[in-house]
């Protein structure tokens, strides 16, 4: 059917393209180059060919090609695959929206040829999320009629997409409270330290020629110096957990 529509599609942009009604068939079959489809056009061609056809044409126009084209290569039973699927939980909205879900389930309703409305909204109920349906069922005022089928897809496209808006806000919020919360000073159970390296100068004892620097901080080296947060100069927190990071 993807195929089939888009050869319609350029046949009505561009009817200046075809000479007549056999120039649009012919054009069509020669995308028909593999597979199934290779071989019945080659069996229309096989047929042109003939002795006893010479002069005729397998189709007489683009609609009698079209409804060909639909028996050969479209499912036979559409309906009743589409009806075992609303009779079954295949179609079901899960972990997808309702755009998506409401595209597939008009599809169906089209396919099995539904037109009661108070079926096809007891369907899409069946179908649509929990949350969502109970939403648009316990409405305090505007609550869509059971036998209109688009008021229902409204409401459950609006809800859908306020409850989106407000899962953004909510991340963005609580991003914000995280950031705006001062976190405690690092607490360590065990430390344990690396001893220095000796330098060069501590390679070998002291002499007249040889002398060693004094380090006048070995003392304080025992235990390590607290960080300090580079943007209120306070002690126990680095910058990016700064309370005064944000000047709100």
Known sequence: ???????????????????????????????????????????????????????????????DF????????????????????????????????????LNEFQDLIREAGYSDPKTIVVKFCRGLDTQIQNAIATMPSGRPSDMVPMDW???????????????????????????????????????????????ANHQHAPTPGNPVLMDIDASRKTQPLPFSCYQCRKAGYKAPNCPTRFDI
Request: net charge positive; charged share 25%.
């Open 66 to 101: 079209r409804d060909e084209f639909k028996r050969e290569f479209c499912p036979v039973y559409v309906d009743s695959a589409a009806i075992n699927q609303l009779e079954s939980t295949a179609y079901f909205q899960k972990s997808r929206s309702v755009d998506e879900y």
């Open 153 to 199: 897809y409204t409401a459950a496209r609006t809800i859908d997409q306020n409850r989106a808006t407000n899962e953004a806000f909510r991340s963005s919020y609580r991003t914000l409270s995280v950031a705006l919360t001062p976190s405690r000073p690092a607490t360590f159970n065990t430390v344990r330290f690396q001893a220095p390296e000796r330098s």
């Open 1 to 63: 059917m993807a195929f089939l529509n888009s050869c319609q599609v350029y046949i009505c942009l561009c009817p200046n393209s075809f000479m007549d009604k056999q120039a649009k068939i012919v054009w069509a079959m020669s995308y028909m180059k593999a597979g199934r489809a290779a071989k019945w056009s080659a069996r229309v061609f096989r047929w042109e060919e003939q002795p006893e056809n010479v002069g005729y044409h397998k189709f007489i126009d683009w609609e």
